[in-house]
């Protein structure tokens, strides 16, 4: 994909959707810029995925106005994450950051005190969560509810866990 038609994609669709021309049907205004790049160029739903990273990563003010657009719809607009909405740009990015750096020694926190299989699992259940949550369109808590009941109902996924976190560890043993 030209690198200039995905930007111009990306902007025109950003304008759209913040000018409620789009209605995007309490969906993720990110999903609706790819599936609109993929039903633009005709190509992979990832390839569109990656071309959007891409574009935000290499023009810095198409970031900030995607973020701000990411901002304005899923949380003020949709009146969620609080005050963070309201914070100015610098502030938000302190935020970030310093959550950011606590997740991080939480992590290496409870492997020293429990296990890497521990910190392993906590990682494999939040991005299964995580998948639920975007796939299905809830928020992040609701998902990781219906995982804990899927976890309750069938013992079985318990184990699907354990193999992969096993077979995680093998993997990295090897190198």
Do not use: W
Request: aromatic share 8%; glycine share 2%.
């Amino acid at each position: 994909m030209e690198k200039f038609k995905v930007q111009e994609i990306i902007r025109e669709e950003l304008q759209k959707v913040l000018a409620h021309k789009e209605s995007l049907h309490d969906g993720c205004a990110a999903c609706h810029i790819i599936f609109s790049l993929k039903n633009k160029t005709g190509t992979s739903e990832q390839d569109c995925a990656d071309a959007l990273s891409e574009a935000l990563t290499t023009d810095p003010k198409l970031n900030e106005e995607f973020i701000e657009a990411i901002e304005k719809i899923h949380m003020i607009e949709r009146n969620m994450g609080g005050t963070f909405a309201l914070r100015e740009r610098e502030s938000k990015d302190a935020y970030l950051e310093a959550y950011f750096a606590n997740v991080l020694e939480e992590l290496r926190a409870d492997t020293i005190k429990y296990s890497q299989h521990a910190v392993l699992r906590k990682l494999v259940l939040a991005y299964i969560s995580l998948y639920l949550a975007q796939t299905i369109g809830v928020d992040y808590h609701a998902a990781t509810e219906e995982l804990y009941y899927l976890l309750r109902k069938t013992d079985s996924k318990n184990a699907q866990i354990d193999e992969i976190i096993s077979k995680i560890q093998a993997d990295q043993n090897r190198f």
